[in-house]
């Protein structure tokens, strides 16, 4: 989706450039990015979507994050870090392969866990919405949703040392996490 909006950022630039009549740029900006995306043949494909569109355009920024949210609940949909993904453990990977051929006969111990805020001490309710901010990626406002909510679920598939250390610190800052 970055990429047809890029192209139509592009075009509106390039008519604002070429545009020799005197109305204001601001106005001729207006004018025909809006003609662009209204006449979209992706919008005028199917009105159940273009009705969703404009339902969730008229959305504040709150509500917007509160759909997001429970879109992502509702459709299971994985929070996905922002930097993308690490290219060390792919390169791990057929070492990983070595070991389980040589030793099939170990038992399989467990090394991702996911983190469950269960609890946090109201007095220190500021510093734990700072961590889980931290850790999380997450804005002000929804982290603090986010502690509010407990118990809930904060991250899956997260390695063993990196799980002991979360704990840790936001057991110094009194909340309560549990590790499954």
Known sequence: ??????????????????????????????????????????????????DIVDQISKLTLLETADLVSSLKSTLNIPDMPIGG??????????????????????PAEKTLFTLKLQSFDAAAKAKVIKEIKGLLGLSLVDSKKFVESAPKMMKEN???????????????????????
């Open 1 to 50: 989706m970055a990429l047809p909006c890029r192209f139509a950022a592009r075009s509106c630039a390039r008519q604002l450039r070429s545009a020799t009549s005197p109305r204001s740029s601001a106005q001729m900006l207006r004018a025909s990015c809006t003609s662009r995306r209204y006449n979209s043949t992706e919008a005028a494909a199917n009105p159940k979507i273009a």
């Open 85 to 106: 993904f690490a290219a060390a453990p792919a390169a791990a990977a057929p070492a990983a392969v070595e070991e389980a051929e040589e030793a099939p006969a170990a």
């Open 158 to 180: 997260v390695p063993k040392e990196e799980a002991e250390k979360i704990i840790a610190t936001l057991k110094e800052l009194g909340a309560v996490v549990g590790m499954e």
